[in-house]
Structures are given as structure tokens and as C-alpha cells.
């Protein structure tokens, strides 16, 4: 098969890494890729969210099977795009359709679901500029902190959570009125504060079955401690100790099943990766988001987890056999640190040297914001490299992981120190 990836990130590269040992992969086209695929696919300069320069490529170079990493395009109708479209209506396409992805494109289509299908989540109203009053009273009647959340794709950034009432009505009238979130927050949520431990639950489905992948926890926030800003993650631990058989059931029974019925029952076309993020409050599992792609760093431990063939569960997707494989996982552990440039996630340079790479031993390293530049690999993002290794436990992954890190380089590298010490 001729595969085209979408995406740029270490998710993207996680997947390249994977796909191309599959014997089913002849060769693979990554758009536009980072410094990592370049080295084992074929990057093309084009954007995922560019899709007539997509069919451009794809008809090009036969492409024949499309595997979609980020959510823009997704959300933007990729599946759709090329569903309609005789020329490429026969090209699997790993994602869900627009429909589907409204699932993480709008809080409100995701709340509405939930509640429809009677899945365990945060009791919540949405309002509009309309109705700012009206959700000015509706936080005071909750208890403090306040969560309120953009409708829509906010880059990561649409969440508040807030401690102060009046604090929290002047936010919500910043994001309704101020469009503090651009178009993003015409709408937004206002939903249960939930005390409890956050995990993710990754499933893929052909819209019929589906397979629950390896646990993973990220690590969100910027400083060790999980202190300063929210960052796109700073690293991930797989399997997540503390999940047990008795909750994985619960998540099954309570929350995948359910949600893969409700894409039956609602005529949702979804052949794709299910993210569900979750909290734990004493033992009773509740969704506080979906997402319609896989996390990322939180790819980097799961998909190194998977002995089974990724093209070959991508192929059972497409044609709706999931039923027809059985998943096999790797029982170690694995953990991954993510590089990042100084000054992340506000402010930071770009096209920084990295040093060592050919030092590490015992660890995958998987680009992110990378690019190469004559025959150096240069930094060109935030997240840049994400240091991935194995051990028979978490403690043994991790130790590899910072005796690797040791042996790199660039200007301002910054990483946390302390990924899963909170497991221990
Ligand atoms: P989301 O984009 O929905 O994942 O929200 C971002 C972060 O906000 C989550 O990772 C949680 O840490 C937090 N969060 C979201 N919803 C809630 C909630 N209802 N209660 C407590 N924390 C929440
Ligand atoms: N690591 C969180 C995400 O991918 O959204």
C-alpha cells in the first residue's frame, strides 16, 4: 500500500515509526512531516488542512490509504471531502467523518451526545452573547471553581477554570462578549467542577466494534509538581498504574460501549481513533472530554505498546473487520519525556542545533517540532524531540529515558524532571 500520513508532531512520528514496519506499507508519504519522517518516509510540504492539494498528491502518487493525525482536518471534513469525491471515494480515510468530529470541535455537540446516550459527565449549560445573564446566575448557583469551556477548537487553550465567582463572571462575559476566543467562544460551556485523578482512554473503531488501546496519563502543565501554564503535554506514562481491571470495566460498560452505540445509533460515520479523557472521582469514571485523534505525547507510549500490525488494524477499519483482529500488547512499560524549546508554551526561538542524537541508546527518539536543514537537525516548534523508552516497570522506562536526555543538546532545552514521580 502507498499511505499518506497527516500531521507534523510526534504523534505523527510515532505513527510513521509503526507503520512502516508493517509489511503491508510499500511506502509512505508524511504532509508536511518534521526532521523524524523525513528520515524513514517521504515528507511532502503540504498542509494537512489543504485537502485539494491533498488529492493533488494522492492521485499523483496512488495513494491508497489516508491516515489523519491532528483534528483540524478532521474537523474541517476530510472524510467527507474525500467521500464525496468520485475520484477519491474509494480511498480509506482513518478518521471520523465531520459529523463525528464535531466531537471535539464543539463542547456542546460533545455534552449533547453524552447526556443523549446517558454517558457518565459533568452536569453543564451552554450559553450564547444572548444569554450572558442567564449564565452569570447559572454560576451562581454552582460551587466554586468554575469551568468554562469554548465551544470550539481553542488550540488547547478554552478551558477555564476559575476559583472566584465574580472572576468567573467577568471570564465568561470576556469569552461571550470579548470573543476572547475569537469564534471559538461564541458559545460556551459551563460545566460541574470534578475532584478527582484525570486519565485517557484510547479506543480505535470501524463504527461497529472496537478495540480499547493502552492506558496513558500526560503530563499537562508546564513546571515539575504540575505547576505553571497548560502545555500540549510534557510527557506520558503507559499503562496508567492506578487503573484497574474493576474500572477498566466500568470505562468499557459505562463509557466506550455506550459511545460507539451512540455513533449507531445517530448515523455518525466514525472510522477512527476515540479519545476519551476522563476523571476518576472515587472510582466512578467521567468524561470531561472526547477527542476524535489520538494524544500526543501520549501516542509515543501507546503505540510502542502495540505488538499488532498498525497498518494492518487501519486496514481492518477501513473495511469494518475490526471484529477480526485481536490486539496484542507488549506488558512492559513505557514512558516518554518531551524536549522543549525555552520559553514554552509562551515565547520561544526556532532553528536551534540539536546535538547527540546519534548518542542515544535504548530509547526512540520521535521528532516533533524538528526540521532538517543542511544535514542538521534543527528545532522548529515547541515540543521538540519526545524521548521514548521501555522497562518492566515505569521507574525502569523513565531512568532510561533521562540517561538519554543526558546525552542531548540545544540552545534553552528545557523538560520536566519529574515525569511519574506522582505514580509512585
Ligand atoms: P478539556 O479541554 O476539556 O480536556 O479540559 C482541559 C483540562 O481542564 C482537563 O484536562 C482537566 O484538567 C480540566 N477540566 C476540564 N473539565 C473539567 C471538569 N469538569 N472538572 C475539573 N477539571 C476539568
Ligand atoms: N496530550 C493531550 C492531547 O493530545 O490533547
Redesign the pocket.
Known amino acids: 500500500m502507498t499511505i499518506l500520513l497527516l500531521g507534523s508532531g510526534g504523534r505523527e512520528h510515532a505513527f510513521a515509526w509503526k507503520m512502516i514496519q508493517s509489511p503491508l506499507c510499500d511506502q509512505l508519504f508524511v504532509a508536511p512531516g518534521n526532521a523524524g519522517t523525513a528520515a524513514i518516509a517521504t515528507n511532502v510540504n503540504i498542509s494537512p488542512t489543504d485537502f485539494d492539494a491533498i488529492k493533488t498528491l494522492v492521485l499523483q502518487e496512488n495513494i491508497t490509504m489516508v491516515v489523519v493525525g491532528p483534528e483540524d482536518p478532521l474537523v474541517k471534513g476530510i472524510f467527507d471531502f474525500f467521500k464525496n469525491d468520485d475520484k477519491l471515494s474509494h480511498i480509506p480515510v482513518i478518521g471520523p467523518s465531520k459529523t463525528g468530529a464535531q466531537l471535539e470541535g464543539s463542547k456542546e455537540f460533545a455534552k449533547e451526545f453524552l447526556v443523549k446516550h446517558n454517558i457518565p459527565t ?1 452536569a453543564y449549560d451552554s450559553f450564547t452573547a444572548e444569554t450572558v445573564e442567564q449564565g452569570c446566575d447559572f454560576l451562581a448557583t454552582l460551587k466554586a471553581p468554575y ?1 468554562l ?1 469554548a465551544d470550539g477548537l481553542a488550540a ?1 487553550k ?2 477555564l ?1 476559575i476559583h472566584d465567582l465574580a472572576e468567573a463572571k467577568e471570564e465568561l462575559r470576556n469569552m461571550l462578549v470579548g470573543q476572547k476566543f475569537g469564534a471559538a467562544s461564541t458559545k460556551v460551556v459551563i ?4 475532584d478527582g485523578i ?1 486519565l485517557s482512554c484510547f479506543v480505535l473503531t470501524d463504527g461497529k466494534t472496537y478495540k480499547i488501546l493502552p492506558t496513558a496519563k500526560d503530563y ?1 502543565r508546564i513546571g515539575e509538581g504540575d505547576t505553571g501554564l497548560n502545555t500540549g503535554g510534557m510527557g506520558a506514562v503507559s499503562p496508567v498504574p492506578y487503573v484497574d481491571a474493576v474500572l477498566m470495566e466500568k470505562i468499557e460498560s459505562r463509557i466506550v460501549k455506550p459511545t460507539i452505540e451512540g455513533f449507531q445509533k445517530d448515523g455518525i460515520e466514525y472510522k477512527g481513533f476515540v479519545f476519551i ?1 476522563l ?1 476518576n472521582v472515587n472510582n466512578e469514571p467521567i468524561v ?2 472526547y477527542n476524535v485523534r489520538m494524544g500526543d505525547p501520549e501516542t509515543e507510549v501507546v503505540v510502542p505498546r502495540l505488538k499488532t500490525d498498525l497498518v494492518e488494524l487501519f486496514l481492518a477499519v477501513a473495511n469494518e473487520k475490526l471484529d477480526e483482529i485481536t490486539l496484542e500488547i507488549d506488558e512492559r512499560s513505557a514512558t516518554t519525556v518531551m524536549l522543549v524549546s525555552g520559553g514554552y508554551p509562551e515565547d520561544y526561538e526556532k532553528g536551534k542545533v540539536i546535538t547527540g542524537l546519534e548518542n542515544v541508546t535504548d530509547s526512540i527518539v520521535f521528532h516533533a517540532g524538528t526540521k532538517l536543514e543542511n544535514n542538521e537537525v534543527l528545532t522548529n516548534g515547541g515540543r521538540v524531540l519526545a524521548i521514548t523508552s521501555y522497562g518492566n516497570d515505569f521507574q525502569e522506562a523513565i531512568k532510561k529515558s533521562y540517561q538519554n536526555i543526558d546525552k542531548l543538546h540545544f540552545d534553552k532545552m528545557n523538560f520536566r524532571k519529574d515525569i511519574g514521580n506522582d505514580l509512585l
Do not use: D, N, R, S
Open positions: 459533568a469551568v469551556k488547547g478554552g478551558v477554570i460545566e460541574e467542577f470534578l484525570e499537562k479523557g476523571i470531561i472530554e
